[in-house]
Each structure stands twice: as structure tokens, then as C-alpha cells.
């Protein structure tokens, strides 16, 4: 089992940044390949940003391309989505995931996920 906890959600105007953090625990960490995701009240869970375990690839949506930034640090534990130029649709609960294979969907860890509040 692989238990990941999510913090740094809150609320930001439009333009501003903020930094998410994952926190896992419970197996190998390096051995995981990590996601984030976020789901928008009424709308499907969407694909973020997702890293292989040791850093070396790294994958983005469409929507967050060069605004966005996954990196972990194995030492830690910890997986980060560094978020610049916050736009309002980009508020969602926010998730991170973890999976022995690096991919787009389906992981077989989540966190609980974290409020990301982006006013205009």
C-alpha cells in the first residue's frame, strides 16, 4: 500500500501561483511513477502532469503546459506541482497519485486531495 497525503490548496487570485505538495509513504517511493490529476465540480477527472520515478520523464496535459511544473525530490518523499499563472478555471480539487508504471490515467494510489480556489 502506498499512502499519499496532499497539502498546499487554498485560494489565489488569478495570475498568482501556488505550490502542491504530496507526501507519500508506505513502500519504495522512488519505485512509483506519480500523477496529478484534478476534478472541476461537474466535470471529469482530468489529466495534469505525471513523472517517472527517478525524475527523468516527465508528461503534461494540454491545459497546463508551460504553466505547471511536476518534480519530486526521493529523499523527501514528496511529489510537488509548482502552478504559475493561476487562471479561474483551474479551480478543482486537486489529486496526486502514485503507480508502478508512468502513465495518463488509472493509478492505483490517491491522495485525498487538496481545494485549489482561483478567483478572478
Known amino acids: 500500500q502506498v499512502q499519499l497525503v496532499e497539502s498546499g490548496g487554498g485560494l489565489v487570485q488569478a495570475g498568482g501561483s501556488l505550490r502542491l505538495s504530496c507526501a507519500a509513504s508506505?513502500?519504495?517511493?522512488?519505485?512509483?511513477?506519480m500523477g496529478w490529476f484534478r476534478q472541476a465540480p461537474g466535470k471529469e477527472r482530468e489529466f495534469l502532469a505525471a513523472?517517472?520515478?527517478?525524475?527523468?520523464?516527465?508528461y503534461y496535459g494540454d491545459s497546463v503546459k508551460g504553466r505547471f511544473t511536476i518534480s519530486r525530490d526521493n529523499a523527501k518523499n514528496t511529489v510537488y506541482l509548482q502552478m504559475n499563472s493561476l487562471k479561474p478555471e483551474d479551480t478543482a480539487v486537486y489529486y496526486c497519485?502514485?503507480?508502478?508504471?508512468?502513465?495518463?490515467?488509472?493509478?492505483?494510489?490517491w491522495g485525498q486531495g487538496t481545494q485549489v480556489t482561483v478567483s478572478s
Open positions: 513523472i517517472s520515478g527517478n525524475g527523468g520523464r516527465t
Open positions: 497519485a502514485a503507480d508502478l508504471f508512468l502513465k495518463f490515467t488509472s493509478y492505483d494510489y
Open positions: 508506505g513502500r519504495t517511493f522512488s519505485n512509483y511513477a
